[in-house]
């Protein structure tokens, strides 16, 4: 008897802790929820203030072992012919609390398990048809207390009223999030999927992305896309196999990405009506951004493995390009306000509201060209079976004379902004009369010894005119070597000095200014 009166006490303290942990858990939750809905929308305020999107909690019904939660997102659809629209979406959240979820029942304690869709509504009517009445988003979250997560998100498959026009073959997610010592980190894996619209096919068939990140908020990041497709029935198709994305780095004191990428891809096909047009073999771009105390600097490294039109290989290349003292506070407005810096340079006018933020643009934009950023190539090369070229170039830019800003002579304007330029290469002749001899035989359907010949007496003719304007240096062991240099409004071509007016008015056509 008293061995019974023991397990009942015993159920009934585990069955009160139970409750109380619910119940404790429940109202955790709510605090963080409230929490969560303020830093979302502080960030999108910052990120995306011309949508007005307000994002909110429509309704939420705390109970002991289960809450349900109602959140509110409205933004303002300033396109409409009729003038600023405003539009809503309900997302529904199911929250069975911990320490034993009992939608999700498991004996390892647990925060709470997450269940969210989307409410069906006006705006989303025709969504919902397509996929059937259901939800066509939901995500499954079962989170523990130390943060660490599992997360699956659905998209259901949708169709459209006439099948034929519109298909989605549905995706699903998998993702495991793990927070230790202060360290987290995120794996997402992705099923296959397939869109086509009206005959337009969009697919691939894996995908996956791991992050990890640090407590000095330095991220490690692996993604890759096993075969992407874009095609057209019938028609072309691009298709990309053996992408990669890798990258070690940080967000910068200017709210930049800092660090070393690498982006790999193993093959770019593309086909018009089965026939091969492009073939791009082993591409790839490595990235190395680090800052200064004022500054962000990068270099891009791009190589091509090998490039093919219609069968022809053309080559193979590589090319280095550095960014240097690019103003870290300059580029970080720059960057944050792109749209205005495109209607500066359009010459759009700003509304009267916007007189401040133009004026604003302009003078980060004159403090940003007041560091001297620098621009280089260094080196551009190309080769094929019959040899090699070379370029180099470098532009360091400046602050224009105030009184030239206002210039109409746009000739002018921009050689006010430019400090110094310069540019040396080597191209090799034979080089050239393979790639121009391939030209004509893939633009001009010529056989392969007309367009040698042609090619030949091309390269040739160019080679002339350009040793008697002096474009050209010298030609050497079947090498041409050329150099432009520009510092202090003065052009040097070749060892050929004249003013930079002179030498835009030679390529000006009649009637520009």
Sequence with gaps: MKKSI???????????AWVGGAWYTGKMIQDQVNKSIVDAQTYIDKNAPEYQ?????????????????????????????????????????????????????????????????????????????????????????LTSYSGSSDLKLVLEPLTGKDANAFKFSGLVVDGVAKVLNGEEAVTLTSSPFELNDEGRIVSYDAAKIDVTQNKAQEYQATASVGKFTIAET????????????????????????????????????????????????????????????????????TTIGQMSIEGKNIGSGSLKLKLDQFDGKALQYLNQNSNQLTYLFLGIPAEESAEQAGNMMMNNLMAFLDANPVISIAPFVW????????????????????????????????????????SNSKLSIPMLNEQVKISHEISDGMTAEEAQAQATESVQQMVSLGLAQKMIS???????TSSFNYADGVIDLNGQKMPAEQFINLFMMPGME
Excluded: C
């Design 383 to 422: 080769k094929n079976d019959k040899g090699e070229s070379q370029v180099n170039m470098s532009l360091t830019m400046m602050k224009p004379d105030p009184q030239n800003m206002a210039m109409e002579d746009m000739s002018q304007l921009l050689i006010s902004s430019i400090k110094s330029f310069s």
């Design 6 to 16: 023991v397990a009942v006490g015993v159920l009934v303290v585990l069955g009160g």
């Design 53 to 141: 999107a307000k994002l909110s909690v429509a309704d939420y019904q705390r109970g002991i072992f289960s809450s349900t939660i109602n959140y509110q997102f409205e933004m303002v659809d300033q396109t409409s012919e009729q003038g600023p629209q405003k539009d809503s979406v309900t997302i529904h959240q199911e929250v069975s609390h911990g320490p034993f979820p009992l939608a999700k029942f498991s004996l390892i304690p647990k925060l709470a398990y997450l269940k969210t869709e989307l409410v069906k509504q006006d705006s989303l009517n025709e969504l919902f048809d397509m996929a059937g009445g259901k939800s066509p988003l939901t995500v499954d979250i």
């Design 474 to 480: 010298k030609v050497d062991d079947n090498t041409i």
């Design 234 to 301: 019938d028609a072309d198709q691009l298709v990309m196999s053996g992408l990669t994305i890798k990258s070690n780095g940080k967000i910068s004191k200017f709210d930049l990405g800092v660090g070393v990428s690498d982006i790999e891809l193993k093959n770019v096909t593309y086909t018009v009506k089965q026939q091969p047009k492009l073939v791009i073999d082993n591409l790839l771009i490595s990235s190395n951004a680090q800052e200064t105390d004022k500054f962000i600097n990068q270099v891009v490294d």
